[in-house]
């Protein structure tokens, strides 16, 4: 299989504070993970791309100072929005490219925001 | 960039019916065309997809059609049963690169 996972799957923080989502491939190696964000009844909408070991490439509209990605390792990536506020609340959802291969995304179970 | 249009955003149908969802796409550099289900709250499942150098490809009770020329691909679900309820999306890329999503279909089967 591809398993994807996400850490945490539901948090809750305050206007101002940071918060990191990991996002880690179970079972084999990606050079490549994506993070998206997803609204309420909205469709998924890409934020980021993030290779091990080099700089994000954000989407046009993306901040990349308020949300910070790293990919250390090929099994990790990290994003951490930073000084949250509640228009940030929403569904993050990341997704991993095996290495090796080029086609297919497996995705994580999302990490549900909500900033109060 | 790429542009994936989709179309219905709602489609309610009778239990044992097929339904179709349609998707239209802007960039001719695009060669891969997954189909995704997702439930409420859930991560987006991979239910089929289908390269560029295919023109149709099926799966027991759901199969996929892509027309390069036009730009679009169908996805087709025969024998819906209520658990097919759910939101559908299609999306396009090209290989090893970002996924553009469409905007969904909300597919309710009625028993």
């Known amino acids: 299989g591809a398993v994807v996972s996400q850490h945490p799957s539901r948090v809750i923080c305050k206007s101002g504070t940071s918060v990191k989502i990991e996002c880690r491939s179970l079972?084999?190696?990606?050079?490549?993970m994506f993070w998206y964000r997803q609204f309420p009844k909205k469709s998924l909408m890409l934020m980021a791309t993030s290779n091990e070991g080099s700089k994000a490439t954000y989407e046009q509209g993306v901040e990349k100072d308020k949300f910070l990605i790293n990919h250390a390792s090929l099994t990790l990536s990290t994003l951490t929005v930073t000084s949250a506020h509640p228009e940030d609340s929403s569904f993050y959802i990341c997704?991993?490219?095996?290495?090796?291969?080029?086609?297919?995304?497996?995705f994580g179970p999302g990490t549900r925001l909500t900033v109060t | 960039g790429e542009n994936v249009e989709q179309h219905p955003s709602t489609l309610s149908v009778q239990e044992g019916d097929s339904a179709v969802i349609k998707c239209t796409y802007s960039?001719?550099?695009?060669?891969?065309f997954p189909w995704y289900k997702q439930e409420l709250g859930k991560r987006p499942q991979l239910i089929i997809d289908i390269r560029s150098n295919v023109g149709e490809k099926k799966d027991q009770r759901i199969a996929v059609t892509l027309n390069k020329t036009a730009k679009h691909f169908s996805l087709h679900i025969t024998e819906t049963q209520p658990e097919d309820s759910a939101v559908y999306f299609c999306a396009a890329s090209t290989s090893g690169s970002r996924l553009t999503f469409g905007e969904g279909t909300q597919l309710t089967v009625n028993p």
């Open positions: 079972d084999f190696q990606a050079t490549t």
């Open positions: 960039d001719s550099a695009s060669n891969y």
């Open positions: 997704s991993a490219i095996k290495a090796g291969t080029s086609y297919e995304q497996y």
